[in-house]
T-cell receptor
């Protein structure tokens, strides 16, 4: 158990139906990362937050948004999911975002868009 | 732009050592080398990281070449549970200290 909790484990939604994925980082970790993993794309970095502030963005589409709350949990929102957004979404956390810090990943949320 | 190069796949017999190579010829002096692995249907798992010196932990050893242009993850005795995709990642200023995963090496452990 990495200490990172993602809910729900599975999520099925219709195209255009807004969804929210939730991540609770390990206790004390300030940084949260979101990744998307699909069969043909591998693990793609989406966005990172550090202590409530956006720190870095990857190739994240406009229909994706995220935030980190004062209690440090994070949510990834898809405003209008498309079929191609079906994937595994992983959240990771680390104490800091320095180069010598390891990250711990949750078990993921499997999103299926129908 | 690929910052690390790894073989697509490798095989090992159970209970034998495994050496997983990674090339990172563009590494700069302050970049850290990280290794993660992903077991089937699970999230990536931290294995080990280092800067210049060889590193050991309970999971594996990391051998870093003197010029730092390559590194090797060593699993001392492969078990069936070690079958996974192993990712070698550089954390550097260019990537904003992010973890950028490549395609990794898929390790098969043969009983």
């Amino acid at each position: 158990d990495s200490g990172v909790t993602q809910t729900p484990k599975h999520l099925i939604t219709a195209t255009g139906q807004r969804v929210t994925l939730r991540c609770s980082p390990r206790s004390g970790d300030l940084s949260v990362y979101w990744y998307q993993q699909s069969l043909d794309q591998g693990l793609q970095f989406l966005i990172q937050y550090y202590n409530g502030e956006e720190r870095a963005k990857g190739n994240i589409l406009e229909r994706f948004s995220a935030q980190q709350f004062p209690d440090l949990h994070s949510e990834l929102n898809l405003s209008s999911p498309e079929l191609g957004d079906s994937a595994l979404y992983f959240c990771a956390s680390s104490f800091r975002d320095k180069k010598n810090t390891e990250a711990f990943f949750g078990q993921g949320t499997r999103l299926t868009v129908v | 732009d690929a910052k690390t190069t790894q073989p697509n796949s490798m095989e090992s017999n159970e209970e034998e050592p495994v050496h997983l190579p990674c090339n990172h010829s563009t590494i700069s002096g302050t970049d850290y080398i990280h290794w993660y692995r992903q077991l089937p249907s699970q999230g990536p798992e931290y294995v080990i990281h280092g800067l210049t010196s060889n590193v050991n932990n309970r999971m594996a050893s990391l051998a870093i070449a003197e010029d730092r242009k390559s590194s090797t993850l060593i699993l001392h005795r492969a078990t069936l549970r070690d079958a996974a995709v192993y990712y070698c990642i550089l954390r550097d200023w260019d990537t904003g200290n992010q973890f950028y995963f490549g395609t990794g090496t898929s390790l098969t452990v043969i009983p």
